[in-house]
């Protein structure tokens, strides 16, 4: 079946340097992209999203862009803390029965931030 | 905003025995839940999800059981566990046409 993968389990970059988290989604009537951070022994926490009208969107230091004709997605960190280590997912939305919708979730970066 | 209660945080059990798990939510009705489960290092996968109370979908066929007893309430459940239910189990409501909230999980391991 169709799902979303990483390019990259995992990721080590300096503090203070920006971090680029790729994703890659095969399934091309997907509408909405949501990446979460997950730290450890926690539950996946919203970071941000886009819609698939959209290339780019940009939240408190980090941006998201969709390139939909690669299905490609990236998580773009500006000036990366200790606090950002965390494992990231991306989600992508897809409608299934009469009101839920279902995320499928790529098998995420671990990114670890170096002092 | 929806608020998530899972518990326990953790959890040992013996191969065969019973299991049980809890999830409430606040803040919302009718919402729609989810129970996911992610292995060590892995990514997160569909369990059960629930559009309304009694109504439940099977994504993956498992040892495991869900029940949505009340609106707010989803209980994901095992008559006899086996060693390949360990992980971590995850709790989500639908808080938008898009997006979820996850709860803070459950970490199960069956010895």
């Known amino acids: 079946g169709e799902s979303v993968g990483l390019h990259l389990p995992t990721l080590s970059v300096q503090e203070g340097d920006n971090s680029i988290i790729n994703c890659a989604y095969s399934?091309?009537?997907?509408?909405?992209f949501i990446w979460y951070k997950q730290e450890s022994g926690k539950g996946p926490q919203f970071i941000i999203d886009?819609?698939?009208?959209?290339d780019k969107r940009q939240g408190q230091r980090v941006t998201v862009l969709l390139n939909k004709t690669v299905k490609h997605l990236s998580l773009q960190i500006a000036a990366t803390q200790p606090g950002d280590s965390a494992v990231y997912f991306c989600?992508?939305?897809?409608?299934?029965?009469?009101?839920?919708?279902?995320?499928?979730f790529g098998s995420g970066t671990q990114l670890t931030v170096l002092p | 905003s929806q608020t998530i209660h899972q518990w326990p945080a953790t959890l040992v059990q013996p191969v065969g025995s019973p299991l049980s798990l809890e999830c409430t939510v606040e803040?919302?009705?009718?919402?729609?839940l989810y129970w996911y489960r992610q292995a060590a290092g892995r990514g997160l996968q569909l369990l059960f999800y629930?559009?309304?109370?009694?109504?439940i979908s099977s994504e993956v066929p498992q040892n495991l059981s869900a029940s949505r007893p009340q609106d707010r309430q989803f209980i994901l459940s095992s008559k006899k566990l086996l060693l390949s239910d360990s992980g971590f189990y995850l709790c989500?409501?639908?808080?938008?046409?898009?997006?979820?909230?996850f709860g803070s999980g459950t970490r199960l391991t069956v010895v």
């Open positions: 886009i819609r698939s009208n959209m």
């Open positions: 629930s559009v309304g109370i009694g109504q």
């Open positions: 803040g919302t009705s009718n919402p729609n």
């Open positions: 399934n091309s009537a997907s509408d909405y």
């Open positions: 989600a992508e939305n897809r409608g299934f029965g009469s009101s839920a919708r279902q995320l499928t």
């Open positions: 989500a409501c639908q808080d938008s046409a898009y997006g979820y909230t």
